[in-house]
């Protein structure tokens, strides 16, 4: 059975801090992905992964970087945190191979005051 | 930015009865590819169409894709009210399996 996890449900954080959501696949998936979902605006894409240490921006990278130092592990990191960055994050995985669906971690509700 | 824009955004409907949800785009596609998702939950992929297919059936899930009009269909059949949840197209057009999503319909199944 496939897996996607994400390393916290809900988090809370203060203005500035750094912030580390951690995502592990165990499919041996190459691709990986991280987005943001708010409320009317369904899904962004914040950064991915094509393979180990590979990355590319997606549509929303601002105020974001990423790790993938393992195959099965994509960081997503929050370097000084905003208010703005207050959203649920959810981290995807999919086979190099095209028209193959994504799976999808359970997500993290993240809460910056 | 968004590619895929669902009509309508919310939908209730009683138990038994058919669920429609459309979703339009902009640019051209490799796939089509309709999601799920619980409340506060990650996305559970339904069903994927290619851009050289028209109709596709997977359980009560019917999916139609015309890409003349750029558009698809998400047909529901005998609703239940586990399907209650958001519903999401995403388009994949490019390299690197990059989806973009649509806003959603969210859908209500009552008893």
């Known amino acids: 059975d496939v897996k996607v996890t994400q390393s916290s449900r809900y988090l809370v954080k203060r203005t500035g801090e750094k912030v580390f959501l951690e995502c592990v696949q165990d499919m041996d998936h190459e691709n990986m992905f991280w987005y943001r979902q708010d409320p009317g605006l369904g899904l962004r894409l914040i950064y991915f992964s094509y393979d180990v240490k590979m990355k590319e921006k997606g549509d929303i990278p601002e105020g974001y970087s990423v790790s993938r130092e393992k195959k099965e592990r994509f960081s997503l990191i929050l370097e000084s945190a905003s208010t703005n960055q207050t959203s649920m994050y959810l981290c995807a995985s999919r086979t190099q191979q095209s028209s193959y669906e994504q799976y999808f971690g359970p997500g993290t509700r993240l809460t910056v005051t | 930015s968004q590619q895929g824009e669902e009509d309508p955004q919310a939908l209730s409907i009683q138990e038994g009865e058919n669920a429609t949800m459309n979703c339009s785009y902009k640019?051209?596609?490799?796939?089509l590819q309709w999601y799920r998702q619980n409340s506060g939950r990650g996305l559970v992929h339904l069903i994927l169409i290619r851009s050289n297919e028209r109709e596709k059936h997977s359980g009560r899930l019917r999916v139609t894709l015309d890409t003349s009009k750029k558009s698809s269909s998400l047909l529901i059949t005998a609703s239940r009210a586990a399907d209650t949840a958001s519903y999401f197209c995403a388009t994949e057009g490019g390299s690197w399996g990059k989806l973009q999503f649509g806003a959603g319909t969210q859908v209500v199944v009552t008893p």
């Open positions: 640019t051209s596609i490799n796939n």
